[in-house]
């Protein structure tokens, strides 16, 4: 798998956040407190969680443009859930106002970048390497991130766009982050259909996890796979799916 570039990953932040306005736009006030994908949580609060991460993503790089970092959400992520809880129940028309803000300041975050900046030594970083809070990693770090956030929380709507929706670039670059999830006495073998498998985890008991691309990307990322064609297997029998580790935190590890 290669890794994407800073190019690339610009036209994709402005791919799914595209994507995000048009479903938000589509929405009708009674759609907002309807059940999302994500048990507990409506519409309301997964777009409230989207302006919220943009946000949250742009104060990361504007703080990164003045050589400083700042924690990844105001009041930590009890101010976190707290904007998610107020926010969840705001009319549809402050829903875009807000969502649409956050995007637009996002994106303008990441357009100021200079792809040709960073050459420097780690102290002297600036650009896509400039340090940040989010994960103690670099811009690119935040890029990526806002880049998941968008895709799946977009499918998480529940407007009828799942995981099918998932490019490939996209679906194998959660198979990297979220080699994380792997228990350590695990190893999984993702087998997409047509496609080459790409092991994940180092541990002795080894899993084949067989299916259509998206399918496979959607289970690894906790979402209900949408076209049914996931199969686990170990020693050629059929078996379980495994269990996972907690998605990836957002906070550096100690």
């Known amino acids: 798998m290669t890794a994407i570039t800073p190019d690339a990953l ?13 479903l938000a736009a589509k929405l009708t006030e009674t759609d907002v407190p309807a059940p999302s994908a994500l048990p507990g949580w409506t519409r309301g609060h997964i777009l409230a969680h989207i302006t ?33 809880e107020m926010g969840a129940g705001h009319a ?30 780690a102290a002297g970083a600036t650009g896509w390497r400039a340090p940040i809070s989010y994960r103690g990693g670099a811009v690119l770090d935040g890029g990526l991130a806002l880049w998941r956030e968008l895709v799946i929380h977009a499918s998480d709507l529940n407007t009828g766009r799942g995981p099918e929706t998932w490019s490939r670039p996209f679906c194998e670059h959660l198979f990297t982050f979220l080699a994380a999830r792997v228990p350590e006495e695990q190893r999984l073998v993702l087998q997409p259909l047509g496609l080459p498998p790409v092991t994940i985890g180092t541990g002795r008991r080894s899993t084949v996890i067989s299916g259509m691309l998206t399918d496979v990307a959607a289970w690894l990322a906790g979402r209900e796979p949408s076209l049914g064609s996931l199969r686990a297997s170990a020693a050629a029998d059929g078996v379980d799916l495994p269990e996972l580790l907690p998605w990836p935190s957002g906070v550096p590890a100690k």
């Open 52 to 84: 919220g991460i943009s946000n949250a993503m742009a104060r990361q790089l504007e703080y990164a443009a003045r050589g400083e970092t700042v924690e990844l959400y105001d009041g930590g992520y009890e101010g976190r859930t707290k904007a998610i």
């Open 92 to 121: 549809l028309a402050q829903h875009r106002a807000d969502l649409d803000a956050a995007l637009e300041r996002a994106l303008r975050a990441f357009d100021s970048l200079d792809a040709d900046a960073g050459d420097a030594d």
């Open 10 to 22: 610009l036209a994709e932040l402005h791919k799914a956040a595209d994507v995000v306005s048009s």
